[in-house]
């Protein structure tokens, strides 16, 4: 888990709080849904999809399907 940079309605908080986390835990950086997105499909993943949550500035999910 990891959490997502430029999260809408929370973007400036959430991205520098996040970086600031895991800076501390050592390891990980925030990353946006388009980032993360394309570093699927350059692993071989398929039909990757971010779905709706009722608290995106605390829960982002993304599937995708391994080729």
């Known amino acids: 888990a990891e959490p997502m940079a430029e999260t ?8 520098a709080y996040f970086g600031l986390y895991l800076w501390a835990m050592g390891s990980g ?3 946006s849904a ?3 997105t394309a ?3 350059a692993a071989g993943f398929v ?10 500035a605390l829960v982002r999910v993304i599937t995708a ?3």
């Open 8 to 15: 809408p309605g929370a973007a400036p908080i959430g991205d």
């Open 29 to 31: 950086r925030p990353r």
């Open 34 to 36: 388009q980032r993360l």
């Open 39 to 41: 570093m699927l499909a």
């Open 47 to 56: 039909r990757v999809r971010e779905h709706a949550t009722a608290i995106p």
């Open 65 to 67: 399907v391994k080729t």
